[in-house]
């Protein structure tokens, strides 16, 4: 399994964002997958953004994304969303997404995750 994230870009405070997780292989819907995040200066953590379960039925988000992100996935297309509305400054960072090792949680703990993509920066202008 190999993941790519993307969509991410430069916008201003307010304004939305799609971001994309790409994910080859036939396994894609065995695995739950979460979004993390990672701002400048905070090299040995990733913070958790949202989770989606394999069918897409159970989600997970952080406290900060509550609202305002949706996670989303079409196993059709091996793909996972994260809709992100109402973006603010500190919401500037670099996402990853990534699959868990059990498909059976969704986990706000980015060491449960065993495949990560290439991020994408997302830079928040107030």
């Known amino acids: 399994v190999q993941l790519q994230a993307c969509g991410g870009g430069a916008v201003q405070a307010g304004d939305s964002l799609r971001l994309s997780c790409e994910v080859s292989?036939?396994?894609?819907?065995?695995?739950?997958v979460g979004w993390f995040r990672q701002a400048p200066g905070t090299e040995r953590e990733r913070a958790f953004v949202?989770?989606?379960?394999?069918?897409?039925?159970?989600?997970y988000y952080s406290d900060s994304a509550k609202g305002r992100f949706t996670v989303t996935r079409d196993n059709a297309k091996l793909t996972v969303y994260l809709q992100m509305n109402n973006l603010k400054s500190e919401d500037s960072a670099t996402y990853y997404c990534?699959?868990?090792?059990?498909?059976?949680?969704?986990?706000?703990?980015?060491?449960?995750?065993?495949?990560w993509g290439q991020g994408t920066q997302v830079t928040v202008s107030s």
């Open positions: 990534a699959t868990d090792v059990s498909p059976l949680r969704l986990s706000a703990d980015w060491r449960t995750y065993h495949r």
């Open positions: 292989g036939r396994t894609f819907n065995r695995y739950s």
């Open positions: 949202a989770a989606i379960g394999t069918s897409g039925d159970r989600t």
